[in-house]
């Protein structure tokens, strides 16, 4: 069964930083491009970091230069670094593990809430 629990989260003022955390099992985790996404509400959800298995690294543009993503192989986890935090930055924020076998084959977390605000 492939487990997917963030962790993290929480209210942080404009301006403040924050560290989300994703441990993963049931899945060979190496094999797999692990990222974060988010989604506001009302709105759709977005990708906002991804590392591929590989170890290269996609950003949104509204986090790149603020938000970094990390990955530990051998502790199945991904973190995501968030700094210089915005207002608009408020949403629930997903971890995916994702992978092209021929198909698309995802599985994403319960999401952690992160807020920003004063």
């Known amino acids: 069964q492939v487990q997917l629990v963030e962790s993290g989260g929480g209210l942080v003022q404009p301006g403040g930083s924050l560290r989300l955390s994703c441990a993963a099992s049931?899945?060979?985790?190496?094999?797999?491009?692990m990222g974060w996404y988010r989604q506001a509400p009302g709105k759709q959800r977005e990708l906002v970091a991804v590392?591929?298995?590989?170890?290269?690294?996609i950003y949104a543009a509204s986090v790149k230069g603020r938000f970094t993503i990390s990955r530990d192989n051998a502790e199945n986890t991904v973190a995501l670094q968030m700094s210089s935090l915005k207002p608009e930055d408020t949403a629930v924020y997903y971890c995916?593990?994702?992978?092209?076998?021929?198909?698309?084959?995802?599985?994403w977390g319960q999401g952690t809430q992160v807020t920003v605000s004063s």
């Open positions: 049931g899945i060979i985790f190496n094999y797999y491009n």
């Open positions: 995916n593990a994702e992978r092209l076998i021929g198909f698309r084959e995802a599985y």
């Open positions: 590392m591929r298995s590989g170890g290269s690294t």
